[in-house]
């Protein structure tokens, strides 16, 4: 970031794996525990970021893990947001990147998940819509119906509200980045 003249707020994460069972008992609710307790911090990091923003009145955020890479030029996502809001006004989360990526025998490879949609029991799904998971609105850019990865993300404010409010009132279920897309 410093790189790049961008000014940040260093976040520290929580740490899942500190979490005693009975925070993760109470996380999970009726529910068995589904995911590691590094998911469970990854989603109560990603929560904490979003209260503040939002109670901060912060039109909108981007959130890069620490992991992030540059492999473009990050002034490009102006344009982008601009382009993205005069299609959809008032869309929720912008991934900056294309794919999730993991890093295999040191180097990276961006990859397309083989996901299967897991919705909540309680939850009534359309699986057409989790089928057909992208297509392009514009030469630039895609929607995406699901997919996993919260490396670098941007939040409008109507994203943040909806997203903090969801998981608020709900267990969890699944890790965020697959969770999100079952948000109304």
Not at 65 to 88: G, H, N, W
Request: proline share 4%; aromatic share 12%; with cysteine.
């Amino acid at each position: 970031f410093d790189d790049r003249n961008l000014k940040v707020t260093r976040v520290s994460a929580v740490n899942g794996w500190e979490l005693s069972d009975e925070m993760v008992n109470e996380i999970c609710g009726p529910y068995s525990k589904r995911v590691t307790k590094g998911h469970y911090g990854c989603l109560l990091s990603h929560l904490s970021i979003l209260k503040d923003a939002y109670s901060r009145g912060f039109e909108i955020i981007w959130i890069c893990e620490d992991d992030i890479e540059f492999v473009k030029d990050y002034r490009s996502i102006s344009r982008l947001l601009e382009t993205l809001s005069s299609i959809d006004p008032d869309w929720d989360i912008f991934y900056t990147d294309i794919k999730p990526r993991i890093l295999q025998n040191g180097n990276i490879i961006h990859y397309s998940h083989p996901y299967n949609y897991d919705h909540r029991p309680d939850q009534i799904v359309d699986p057409e819509k989790y089928q057909n998971r992208q297509h392009f609105v514009d030469a630039e850019l895609m929607k995406i119906h699901l997919r996993t990865g919260t490396t670098s993300m941007i939040i409008s404010q109507k994203g943040m509200e909806k997203i903090f409010n969801y998981f608020s009132h709900v267990y969890v279920w699944n890790p965020i980045d697959n969770e999100l897309h079952f948000i109304p």
